[in-house]
């Protein structure tokens, strides 16, 4: 094991290098204020040390000039630094038009990553090369924390909710994946590895580990045999929202409230239907709470997004983002 | 030790608070401050070797990359460590030893507001303390200190509520005493000495003070909360039950944000009072230090949200807390600047408790400085919850608020016991002390910034060289904590006569025996401007 290895982390997103070059600033500045700072307390104290002969005459208790500078001064520079940095994670946090969205499930103590085409890995995540990716990620327990060092991204996984992170891999090659929020017993074995692949290496990976059904084709199925269909379907006797295009559509609940259905109020009506019946229905739902997993849940999710990218025409990913919360 | 002769007349024929009662009972029903202030200092230096016990199994595990203890017992350790360093070490240290101490002695009183509510907050904290220390005789606890739902509500199998309860009665402990800082600072401050008179000593105190009475009480309903949902399965913060464990994180930093001024602030008062004292002047802008002190405590309740940027909450959120953040940076940086600034054309020497300072002031302006870049949401993004972070408030904390404590206690032992200690020893420790912090928590901000995540049992290999150096580091700084013990104990029996005014101070305290008597003064001391150290001693 050699230090020098080790000794800079890979710049391996598009990200990385930005954040960077604020992290030097940053260290720069902060370093001349440490070392200036440090020098005149050296020469002051072996200026003023006692029985020196230096001149003590005219010593001053207060200036407000001086106070006010440096407040002020450091204040401005703080802003600077502030403004600079919201910029970026603003960006951080607006991925580009075109993502590819991946599904991420964390449990203690491994992550169980979905393609949208069906295929599944767990604790590997591959990607390919230069295009952005957007990762749709919710926890089936307790909080985790999805981390990349050399993409300098980080993003916690909560349960009962989806949170996303999104990143453009620049280097070919494994990194290092982190849970990086303490969920227990094995949470320092619970990481995993990216894999960043050539486009065209990466499209023969997904040919090689398709599954038998893509995800929204799975999805259908849960859709099916969780009974959902038997209320929600076409020919349904009972008295049950159509659920055939309801994806990002404006939704009025009976408290008067209007919601957009988005995953999360997907994932909600679900598990907690009581909360968000919507106007016109009576509250006859039951909750799915322990029977239907957080994989299976996102399948549903796909399903129901595609029956939306049908009715509506436009492709089955990206452009939802924004009315979700990241 | 030349300062001793510059001292005033000793004062023999004084009894001193230590003549009155002496068996344990005495010491156990006891309603002077004095008093109370060295049972909290014997009581948090036992509480400090227990989370320095835990700190070293920690330090000894990350030698190993494959871990040398199991994760469980590594899991337990860190948690141990925190919750014991936090609750009951750092947030009694200054203000429940010292402050206890001196606080009267600096306005010229006899006594605390209330003399019995301080010798409660004391039994509460020992109770306290028992409730948690129980949690580690039983098995331990594995949620970390800062009690993340829902593991700690829904999933950790541990003696969590043992836990939760200990620092629930503990935290009635700082409000107690933070009851009776305020009042005692607004009623019984002696004729003549006004606000902008008092030490800052005591406005870090009354700030202080502040914090703990508004804060503490919102960590007393969070651990209520946790209670209420592991215990009765009440949905508070468990999704599974209609919770939100975000609502956890937003009401445990409301509380855990301020409380790190809780350590921080009476550090600063302190360091104030030694460098004015060894400079021999007026501490440069006293009204900017008071301003930018109340400052910190007031934009400390804002910013709790910069330990929540990835946690999902709201951009726009995060947005306001990082400005906040970085606002309430600009207070401490005047503060470092000011002392800087003191020394100019002062009459400096380095005894002990100069060079604790001095210490403190370099290694709080590395912990402020680091926090800046946690304060800037793109870079919280990769720091967070990796060594960065840790290294960040073990500068502020171990580095700031440990250092000072020392400096406090080197500083008024020879009031406090009326004994003078080794003086060669002493500078060593602090020097020692220094080195042993840097190599232990300097490589940990490497280590954050290449992406090694906290509370690792085990890590990739790559990380093992500077995990080394933090853990060699962590033996010189164990041996710099147990010399002074040694040699302050020494000095009990052997040290030479303080008198009662060694360093040639400007404070009340110094102008009655050391020790003081049980009334604190036998004679109205003379009230002046703090820091009069252009006029000659009273």
Same mark, same amino acid.
């Given at each position: 094991?050699?230090?020098?290895?080790?000794?800079?982390?890979?710049?391996?997103?598009?990200?990385?290098?930005?954040?960077?070059?604020?992290?030097?600033?940053?260290?720069?500045?902060?370093?001349?204020?440490?070392?200036?700072?440090?020098?005149?307390?050296?020469?002051?104290?072996?200026?003023?040390?006692?029985?020196?002969?230096?001149?003590?005459?005219?010593?001053?208790?207060?200036?407000?000039?001086?106070?006010?500078?440096?407040?002020?001064?450091?204040?401005?520079?703080?802003?600077?630094?502030?403004?600079?940095?919201?910029?970026?994670?603003?960006?951080?946090?607006?991925?580009?038009?075109?993502?590819?969205?991946?599904?991420?499930?964390?449990?203690?103590?491994?992550?169980?990553?979905?393609?949208?085409?069906?295929?599944?890995?767990?604790?590997?995540?591959?990607?390919?090369?230069?295009?952005?990716?957007?990762?749709?990620?919710?926890?089936?327990?307790?909080?985790?924390?999805?981390?990349?060092?050399?993409?300098?991204?980080?993003?916690?996984?909560?349960?009962?909710?989806?949170?996303?992170?999104?990143?453009?891999?620049?280097?070919?090659?494994?990194?290092?994946?982190?849970?990086?929020?303490?969920?227990?017993?094995?949470?320092?074995?619970?990481?995993?590895?990216?894999?960043?692949?050539?486009?065209?290496?990466?499209?023969?990976?997904?040919?090689?580990?398709?599954?038998?059904?893509?995800?929204?084709?799975?999805?259908?199925?849960?859709?099916?045999?969780?009974?959902?269909?038997?209320?929600?379907?076409?020919?349904?006797?009972?008295?049950?929202?159509?659920?055939?295009?309801?994806?990002?559509?404006?939704?009025?609940?009976?408290?008067?409230?209007?919601?957009?259905?988005?995953?999360?109020?997907?994932?909600?009506?679900?598990?907690?239907?009581?909360?968000?019946?919507?106007?016109?229905?009576?509250?006859?739902?039951?909750?799915?709470?322990?029977?239907?997993?957080?994989?299976?849940?996102?399948?549903?999710?796909?399903?129901?997004?595609?029956?939306?990218?049908?009715?509506?025409?436009?492709?089955?990913?990206?452009?939802?983002?924004?009315?979700?919360?990241? | 030790?030349?300062?001793?002769?510059?001292?005033?007349?000793?004062?023999?024929?004084?009894?001193?608070?230590?003549?009155?009662?002496?068996?344990?009972?005495?010491?156990?029903?006891?309603?002077?401050?004095?008093?109370?202030?060295?049972?909290?200092?014997?009581?948090?230096?036992?509480?400090?070797?227990?989370?320095?016990?835990?700190?070293?199994?920690?330090?000894?595990?990350?030698?190993?990359?494959?871990?040398?203890?199991?994760?469980?017992?590594?899991?337990?350790?860190?948690?141990?460590?925190?919750?014991?360093?936090?609750?009951?070490?750092?947030?009694?240290?200054?203000?429940?030893?010292?402050?206890?101490?001196?606080?009267?002695?600096?306005?010229?009183?006899?006594?605390?507001?209330?003399?019995?509510?301080?010798?409660?907050?004391?039994?509460?904290?020992?109770?306290?303390?028992?409730?948690?220390?129980?949690?580690?005789?039983?098995?331990?606890?594995?949620?970390?200190?800062?009690?993340?739902?829902?593991?700690?509500?829904?999933?950790?199998?541990?003696?969590?509520?043992?836990?939760?309860?200990?620092?629930?009665?503990?935290?009635?402990?700082?409000?107690?005493?933070?009851?009776?800082?305020?009042?005692?600072?607004?009623?019984?401050?002696?004729? +003549?000495? @006004?606000? =902008?008179?008092?030490?800052?000593? !005591?406005? %870090?105190?009354?700030?202080? *003070? $502040?914090?703990?009475?508004?804060?503490?009480?919102?960590?007393?309903?969070?651990?209520?909360?946790?209670?209420?949902?592991?215990?009765?399965?009440?949905?508070?913060?468990?999704?599974?039950?209609?919770?939100?464990?975000?609502?956890?994180?937003?009401?445990?930093?409301?509380?855990?944000?301020?409380?790190?001024?809780?350590?921080?602030?009476?550090?600063?008062?302190?360091?104030?009072?030694?460098?004015?004292?060894?400079?021999?002047?007026?501490?440069?802008?006293?009204?900017?230090?008071?301003?930018?002190?109340?400052?910190?405590?007031?934009?400390?309740?804002?910013?709790? +949200?910069? @330990?929540? =940027?990835?946690?999902?909450?709201? !951009?726009? %959120?995060?947005?306001?807390? *990082? $400005?906040?953040?970085?606002?309430?940076?600009?207070?401490?940086?005047?503060?470092?600047?000011?002392?800087?600034?003191?020394?100019?054309?002062?009459?400096?020497?380095?005894?002990?408790?100069?060079?604790?300072?001095?210490?403190?002031?370099?290694?709080?302006?590395?912990?402020?400085?680091?926090?800046?870049?946690?304060?800037?949401?793109?870079?919280?993004?990769?720091?967070?919850?990796?060594?960065?972070?840790?290294?960040?408030?073990?500068?502020?904390?171990?580095?700031?608020?440990?250092?000072?404590?020392?400096?406090?206690?080197?500083?008024?032992?020879?009031?406090?016991? +009326?004994?003078?200690?080794?003086?060669?020893?002493?500078?060593?420790? %602090?020097?020692?002390?220094?080195?042993?912090?840097?190599?232990?928590?300097?490589?940990?901000?490497?280590?954050?910034?290449?992406?090694?995540?906290?509370?690792?049992?085990?890590?990739?290999?790559?990380?093992?060289?500077?995990?080394?150096?933090?853990?060699?580091?962590?033996?010189?700084?164990?041996?710099?904590?147990?010399?002074?013990?040694?040699?302050?104990?020494?000095?009990?029996?052997?040290?030479?006569?303080?008198?009662?005014?060694?360093?040639?101070?400007?404070?009340?305290?110094?102008?009655?025996?050391?020790?003081?008597?049980?009334?604190?003064?036998?004679?109205?001391?003379?009230?002046?401007?703090?820091?009069?150290?252009?006029?000659?001693?009273?």
């Amino acid at each position: 094991m050699m230090l020098a290895a080790s000794a800079w982390l890979p710049e391996a997103s598009s990200m990385a290098p930005e954040i960077d070059t604020l992290w030097w600033l940053m260290i720069g500045l902060c370093g001349l204020v440490s070392v200036g700072v440090f020098a005149v307390m050296f020469v002051f104290a072996v200026r003023y040390r006692r029985g020196s002969n230096a001149d003590r005459s005219n010593r001053h208790t207060r200036s407000l000039g001086i106070e006010l500078t440096w407040t002020l001064v450091p204040f401005a520079m703080f802003i600077g630094m502030f403004v600079w940095s919201l910029v970026l994670f603003a960006r951080l946090h607006t991925p580009p038009a075109g993502s590819q969205t991946i599904y991420v499930v964390a449990k203690q103590w491994m992550w169980k990553i979905q393609h949208p085409g069906g295929q599944r890995e767990i604790n590997t995540l591959h990607v390919p090369l230069g295009q952005p990716v957007r990762l749709t990620m919710t926890s089936q327990d307790v909080i985790h924390s999805f981390y990349v060092p050399a993409f300098r991204i980080k993003q916690d996984v909560l349960p009962g909710r989806y949170t996303r992170v999104w990143f453009t891999a620049t280097k070919l090659g494994r990194f290092n994946l982190f849970c990086a929020e303490y969920c227990g017993l094995d949470h320092s074995k619970m990481g995993g590895t990216v894999v960043v692949m050539r486009p065209a290496d990466y499209a023969r990976w997904l040919d090689r580990h398709a599954g038998p059904d893509s995800l929204a084709t799975r999805g259908a199925t849960v859709f099916r045999q969780r009974g959902c269909s038997g209320c929600h379907g076409a020919n349904a006797s009972v008295h049950a929202p159509d659920l055939d295009g309801i994806y990002g559509r404006r939704v009025h609940l009976a408290d008067g409230s209007t919601v957009i259905a988005d995953d999360r109020y997907i994932h909600d009506s679900i598990m907690l239907p009581d909360t968000q019946v919507v106007a016109g229905y009576s509250p006859i739902m039951p909750s799915f709470q322990g029977q239907i997993s957080e994989s299976d849940m996102l399948a549903l999710i796909a399903y129901l997004k595609s029956t939306s990218a049908k009715a509506s025409g436009s492709p089955a990913t990206g452009g939802e983002s924004t009315h979700e919360q990241h | 030790m030349s300062s001793i002769d510059a001292g005033e007349s000793m004062a023999p024929s004084t009894p001193s608070f230590y003549a009155g009662g002496e068996g344990l009972m005495a010491w156990l029903t006891t309603r002077d401050h004095k008093r109370i202030g060295i049972l909290y200092a014997l009581t948090i230096t036992v509480f400090f070797a227990m989370g320095g016990i835990a700190a070293a199994m920690i330090r000894l595990n990350l030698v190993e990359p494959a871990g040398l203890l199991d994760a469980e017992t590594y899991n337990k350790a860190f948690t141990f460590h925190g919750v014991i360093m936090v609750w009951f070490f750092l947030i009694p240290s200054i203000p429940a030893t010292l402050g206890n101490f001196l606080l009267p002695l600096m306005i010229g009183a006899r006594d605390m507001a209330f003399p019995r509510l301080n010798l409660a907050s004391w039994y509460l904290f020992v109770i306290g303390g028992l409730f948690t220390v129980s949690a580690l005789l039983l098995g331990g606890v594995d949620t970390g200190w800062t009690f993340y739902t829902p593991f700690s509500t829904m999933f950790s199998n541990t003696h969590v509520i043992l836990v939760v309860v200990g620092v629930f009665i503990t935290g009635f402990a700082t409000i107690f005493t933070g009851i009776n800082f305020i009042v005692t600072t607004h009623t019984l401050r002696m004729p +003549g000495m @006004h606000w =902008f008179r008092l030490p800052l000593f !005591v406005w %870090a105190m009354y700030t202080v *003070s $502040l914090v703990m009475v508004l804060a503490t009480p919102v960590l007393a309903m969070t651990l209520s909360l946790i209670g209420l949902e592991r215990i009765f399965g009440v949905g508070v913060f468990d999704p599974a039950l209609g919770g939100d464990p975000l609502l956890f994180q937003h009401l445990f930093w409301f509380y855990s944000h301020p409380a790190v001024y809780i350590m921080i602030l009476p550090a600063m008062g302190l360091v104030s009072e030694v460098i004015a004292c060894f400079v021999r002047r007026r501490i440069f802008g006293y009204k900017f230090m008071t301003y930018s002190m109340v400052a910190n405590a007031v934009i400390g309740f804002m910013v709790w +949200g910069h @330990h929540m =940027f990835v946690s999902g909450m709201s !951009v726009y %959120a995060s947005m306001v807390f *990082s $400005l906040l953040s970085f606002t309430v940076a600009v207070p401490s940086a005047i503060k470092v600047f000011n002392w800087t600034a003191t020394l100019h054309k002062g009459d400096i020497t380095f005894e002990a408790p100069m060079l604790y300072a001095l210490g403190f002031v370099g290694l709080f302006m590395l912990g402020g400085l680091t926090g800046l870049m946690l304060a800037a949401p793109a870079l919280d993004v990769p720091l967070t919850d990796t060594y960065f972070v840790i290294a960040h408030f073990h500068y502020v904390m171990v580095g700031g608020t440990v250092m000072a404590y020392l400096a406090g206690i080197h500083f008024w032992w020879p009031k406090i016991t +009326g004994r003078m200690y080794s003086e060669p020893l002493a500078k060593f420790s %602090a020097i020692l002390m220094f080195v042993g912090f840097n190599l232990t928590f300097f490589p940990q901000y490497i280590l954050g910034y290449e992406g090694m995540p906290r509370r690792y049992h085990s890590y990739p290999p790559q990380f093992q060289v500077l995990n080394i150096f933090s853990s060699a580091g962590a033996s010189i700084l164990a041996v710099s904590y147990m010399l002074p013990v040694l040699y302050l104990l020494w000095s009990l029996r052997h040290g030479a006569a303080a008198g009662n005014n060694p360093w040639g101070a400007r404070g009340l305290e110094w102008q009655t025996s050391s020790p003081p008597p049980e009334e604190n003064f036998l004679h109205v001391p003379i009230v002046r401007e703090a820091y009069a150290y252009d006029e000659p001693a009273p």
